[in-house]
């Protein structure tokens, strides 16, 4: 049996069950706990399961302390061999309204993998902003118009925030390197104690783009350098892909609707601009460049 099936309900294009199957594939037969968004609604309605792994779903802010819970209940039952837990949340769930009970189940110790599925918005209630949500995007709680270009504000640091925990592995990925997603899962449950990894994950109706385009997008997004993949072991840096030849920034955006107005509004060329800056940012702070 498949650890993710096919047979499930994404949109043609989405990167959630990419991110998904090639996490599984890495960490092996596991128990997940799963928040509330597209990845639950597409994978597990009544009567149907992509699952081949036992999962659980709850709410939408508590995936980490369910799977904390897991991880106990299989102490007390003398379980623990019977394999590792892992959490599937979206950034909403994840950089918003679970950071509380993320932070408690990092601070505790608990020996879970947390995966964030960085769709970038609150894509399964029709794209609001959240945490990260990068500057100058629309989104229906961050539209374009007279007062503001999309959203203002940056993308919130997530990588920072599981390092301030003191993690032992915490590392980013992205939909379009499937065997890069699949070696750090299987890195990260190496090492015992709270994991993180932040998943690139492109939304194609939220994004606007087409099924066909999600994939060089995401990977646009990594050879522009706004989002870096990094890996950090024991709060070192050890590993970051480089990149030949980075792309300037207007490569990425212009190809999404969410970023068309950026290229009209009065205060659109400001915002590129600082885009820029994030991604030359993100290529020093890490020595993207070959
Ligand atoms: C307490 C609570 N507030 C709001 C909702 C409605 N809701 C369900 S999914 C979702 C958005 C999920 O966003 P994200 O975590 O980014 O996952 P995505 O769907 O984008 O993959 C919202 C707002 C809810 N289920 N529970
Ligand atoms: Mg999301």
Same mark, same amino acid.
Request: aromatic share 8%.
């Given at each position: 049996?498949?650890?993710?099936?096919?047979?499930?309900?994404?949109?043609?294009?989405?990167?959630?069950?990419?991110?998904?199957?090639?996490?599984?594939?890495?960490?092996?037969?596991?128990?997940?706990?799963?928040? %509330?968004?597209?990845?639950?609604?597409?994978?597990?309605? &009544?009567?149907?399961?992509?699952?081949?792994?036992?999962?659980?779903?709850?709410?939408?802010?508590?995936?980490?302390?369910?799977?904390?819970?897991?991880? +106990?209940?299989?102490?007390?039952?003398?379980?623990?061999?019977?394999?590792?837990?892992?959490?599937?949340?979206?950034?909403?769930?994840?950089?918003?309204?679970?950071?509380?009970?993320?932070?408690?189940?990092?601070?505790?110790?608990?020996?879970?993998? &947390? +995966?964030?599925?960085?769709?970038?918005?609150?894509?399964?209630?029709?794209?609001?902003?959240?945490?990260?949500?990068?500057?100058?995007? &629309?989104?229906? %709680?961050?539209?374009?118009?007279?007062?503001?270009?999309?959203?203002?504000?940056?993308?919130?640091?997530?990588?920072?925030?599981?390092?301030?925990?003191?993690?032992?592995?915490?590392?980013?990925?992205? /939909?379009?390197?499937?065997?890069?997603?699949?070696?750090?899962?299987?890195?990260?449950?190496?090492?015992?104690?709270?994991?993180?990894?932040?998943?690139?994950?492109?939304?194609?109706?939220?994004?606007?783009?087409?099924?066909?385009?999600?994939?060089?997008?995401?990977?646009?997004?990594?050879? %522009?350098?706004?989002?870096?993949? +990094?890996?950090?072991?024991?709060?070192?840096?050890?590993?970051?892909?480089? /990149?030949?030849?980075?792309?300037?920034?207007?490569?990425?955006?212009?190809?999404?609707?969410?970023?068309?107005?950026?290229?009209?509004?009065?205060?659109?060329?400001?915002? +590129?601009?600082?885009?820029?800056?994030?991604?030359?940012?993100?290529?020093?702070?890490?020595?993207?460049?070959?």
């Amino acid at each position: 049996m498949k650890l993710f099936g096919s047979g499930h309900g994404a949109c043609p294009g989405c990167g959630l069950p990419i991110a998904v199957k090639n996490v599984l594939e890495g960490v092996g037969p596991c128990f997940v706990a799963n928040s %509330t968004g597209c990845l639950e609604i597409i994978s597990s309605q &009544y009567g149907k399961s992509a699952w081949g792994v036992p999962y659980i779903h709850s709410v939408f802010e508590n995936a980490a302390a369910v799977a904390a819970g897991i991880e +106990v209940a299989l102490k007390a039952l003398r379980r623990t061999d019977e394999g590792p837990i892992v959490v599937f949340a979206g950034d909403g769930a994840t950089a918003d309204i679970g950071i509380g009970p993320l932070s408690g189940m990092f601070d505790r110790g608990h020996n879970v993998l &947390y +995966v964030c599925l960085d769709n970038e918005a609150y894509q399964n209630t029709g794209n609001q902003q959240s945490g990260l949500t990068p500057s100058g995007c &629309y989104t229906t %709680t961050t539209p374009a118009g007279k007062i503001m270009a999309g959203k203002q504000g940056q993308k919130k640091d997530m990588v920072a925030f599981a390092l301030a925990h003191k993690l032992p592995y915490v590392a980013t990925a992205s /939909v379009a390197f499937p065997r890069d997603i699949k070696r750090k899962a299987k890195r990260a449950i190496e090492f015992k104690g709270p994991k993180y990894i932040q998943i690139h994950s492109p939304c194609v109706t939220g994004w606007g783009l087409n099924g066909k385009q999600a994939i060089p997008v995401a990977r646009l997004a990594v050879e %522009t350098g706004l989002y870096p993949l +990094v890996e950090y072991e024991n709060g070192e840096l050890v590993r970051v892909k480089k /990149v030949k030849e980075r792309k300037p920034v207007e490569e990425y955006l212009k190809q999404q609707k969410r970023f068309r107005h950026l290229f009209k509004h009065p205060k659109g060329h400001e915002v +590129v601009e600082e885009l820029q800056k994030i991604a030359d940012g993100n290529a020093l702070k890490f020595g993207l460049d070959i």
